[in-house]
């Protein structure tokens, strides 16, 4: 039997400790609106999956819609500095 070796470095090139780097949380909690706006969003929709959905139902959705257009708006129109916009 062969074995096969890689031939190329290692993808991930350098050992970490696992743990995310300073910039890599600062990402994450500037993203964090929008990640809390689309849970909100799901669990409305999952609220509604075994139901017909009612008016109450329907504002609830489309109020958790709106947030979640809201966040990634302000998300995407950031200062400068920021990264993650539409490109």
């Known amino acids: 039997m ?5 031939r190329q470095p290692v993808v991930t090139g ?3 400790d696992g743990e995310p780097s300073d910039a890599e949380l600062s990402a994450i909690e500037r993203e ?6 689309e849970v909100e969003l799901l ?3 999952i609220m509604t999956l ?3 959905p009612t008016e109450v139902d329907a504002r609830r959705l489309r109020r958790a819609r709106r947030r979640v257009l809201a966040a990634r708006r302000t998300l995407a129109n950031g200062p400068a500095g ?3 916009g539409a490109a």
């Open 50 to 52: 075994d139901r017909t």
């Open 82 to 84: 920021r990264t993650g």
């Open 14 to 16: 350098t050992a970490s």
């Open 2 to 6: 062969a074995y096969i070796a890689a």
């Open 43 to 45: 669990d409305a929709q």
């Open 32 to 37: 964090m609106p929008v990640v809390l706006a």
